[in-house]
């Protein structure tokens, strides 16, 4: 039995970048060795084992054939005589495809550290195209490391145009593919996710609705720079969204949690509200207090001023931008401090006193934000 250390924490490891989790692979073993040594199977039929203490993953060698459509179905095939480098092969990209030994050897059959090296994403073999998510994970893999200036090897990007060509991806699973969107959404350079998955073609059937517009790329290039919250960059998105509607049946489609959801949905309905320099009139700022339910979700209102901040965040408005949301912030609070049973005792009830009531927050924004 030879344990190795494979995959992102090698990877991680000789770009000297974190390491969160770590991956093995056993060769020349069977199941019956590692759940006599307390290992915890992972699923029935599958040969992955967490380790009794440390809880890591610990594979058994295989390797794979595709029996049918999608990213699930494939024949495993484990057994002690499947070697490292038969293992290895069966996965993605070469910088994926490295492996080191117990006294710290770097096994490297198909020549990852070179593309390391040379920053290049580049697929271990022609099997690349027979699971669909792979263009996704190396569009991934692309917003991740974009920065350290890796790109798609030539290669490789025309493998990911065929696969997009044969509708294959229209078999994903939504859930997997939000998995690895959402990923995208907290890497370094979201937009990268999106410009590959558009330059190959992919987008209508993995992100039916996103167009990856110029603006829209532009806006999350500026929300990205601003914040690293995912739900903030998602959202962006939608800002010139065609309706609500579309925005539900979209998140309905990919199983898009409903935090995410609604944060569009209050892009969308503010459109005019976080893309003009000149706030509202105080009626107007009211009225988007009541529509977002301000008084009783105050945190809809940071994350409004989040998503403007962010549009303006690279601009000469920039100060402005800032002392405006200070003032706002500063207003509703003060508005909504309000209490109606005053009114009440001033004889005020049913319709009169919703109106008394919104008067009195229109004039304290309107004396705040002279």
């Not at 580049?122 to 490391?145: G, Q, Y």
């Not at 960059?233 to 409903?258: E, G, M, W």
């Not at 003009?276 to 809809?300: F, G, H, N, T």
């Not at 009531?357 to 002279?370: F, H, S, T, W, Y």
């Amino acid at each position: 039995m030879e344990v190795y250390l494979v995959g992102g924490a090698v990877r991680d490891k000789l770009l000297k970048l974190p390491v969160h989790e770590r991956d093995w692979v056993v060769v020349g073993a069977r199941s019956e060795e590692l759940l006599n040594q307390g290992f915890q199977q992972v699923g029935k039929d599958f040969p992955v084992f967490l380790h009794p203490d440390t809880h890591d993953e610990y594979a058994l060698a295989r390797t794979e054939r595709k029996s049918g459509r999608g990213h699930t179905e494939f024949t495993v095939y484990a057994s002690p005589e499947v070697t490292l480098e038969q293992d290895l092969a069966r996965r993605d990209l070469t910088i994926n495809a490295i492996a080191e030994s117990e006294d710290g050897t770097i096994i490297d059959p198909y020549k990852g550290v070179q593309d390391l090296e040379a920053r290049k994403l580049r697929h271990v073999s022609e099997a690349f195209t027979e699971d669909p998510l792979r263009v996704l994970r190396v569009a991934r893999f692309a917003a991740r490391f974009a920065h350290l200036g890796f790109t798609v090897a030539a290669e490789t990007q025309q493998l990911l145009q065929q696969m997009s060509e044969s509708e294959e991806l229209s078999h994903l699973v939504p859930e997997r593919v939000w998995r690895e969107w959402e990923k995208a959404l907290l890497s370094e350079t979201p937009t990268v996710f999106l410009e590959l998955l558009k330059n190959i073609g992919a987008l209508p059937q993995v992100l039916p609705g996103i167009a990856a517009t110029d603006s829209q790329l532009q806006r999350l290039h500026r929300t990205s720079a601003f914040s690293g919250e995912a739900t903030l960059r998602f959202a962006c998105l939608f800002v010139d969204q065609k309706t609500p509607d579309d925005i539900k049946q979209f998140c309905r489609r990919l199983a898009i949690p409903n935090h995410y959801r609604d944060a569009a949905t209050l892009a969308r309905n503010n459109e005019h509200f976080i893309t003009q320099v000149k706030l509202p009139e105080a009626e107007l700022l009211s009225a988007i207090l009541k529509q977002i339910d301000y008084w009783r979700r105050p945190e809809k209102l940071k994350q409004l001023l989040q998503l403007r901040a962010a549009e303006f965040s690279q601009s000469e408005q920039k100060t402005t931008i800032d002392k405006q949301h200070q003032k706002l912030r500063l207003a509703a609070e003060k508005a909504s401090a309000l209490s109606s049973q005053a009114l009440q005792q001033q004889g005020f009830t049913g319709k009169a006193l919703g109106n008394a009531l919104r008067e009195q927050r229109e004039q304290i924004l309107a004396e705040a934000l002279v």
